[in-house]
């Protein structure tokens, strides 16, 4: 078992992983839609929802694995009226054969700003 860092690194001073490598497999954390400071972006669920993808993708490059080798995603949203909208963010991120997929609407998330949130299982590919 391996973890995954990455720089900058807001989960390090919450005692969590980005993520964790077993075998050829990236188990990646929830990423929602903050900056790297830390901070939630600003512009709502959009801006949100392409902050999380970004920080999704450095995490699994930082594991060895990439948005192309998730086997598995889930995604926790705030408002389910947004789900449109993450059908596009899934075709823009994701490509055949699609992920494996979980959607639930949440109450909450860690901060009463953040609106969504990705985990997710990547392959880790040879280089």
Not at 1 to 19: C, F, H, K, N, W
Not at 27 to 54: L, N, P, R
Not at 91 to 117: C, M, N, Q
């Amino acid at each position: 078992m391996e973890r995954v860092v990455t720089s900058p690194d807001p989960y390090a001073a919450i005692l969590l992983s980005q993520g964790i490598k077993v075998g050829n497999l990236a188990f990646i954390s929830g990423q929602a839609g903050y900056d790297d400071d830390g901070e939630i972006v600003k512009g709502g669920f959009s801006a949100q929802s392409e902050q999380a993808f970004s920080n999704l993708s450095r995490a699994l490059e930082a594991a060895g694995s990439s948005l192309k080798d998730v086997v598995k995603v889930s995604i926790f949203m705030t408002d389910m009226s947004n789900f449109d909208a993450l059908v596009a963010l899934r075709r823009k991120y994701f490509t055949e054969p699609y992920p494996a997929d979980t959607l639930l609407e949440v109450k909450g998330l860690y901060s009463e700003e953040a609106v969504i949130e990705i985990e997710a299982i990547g392959l880790i590919t040879p280089k």
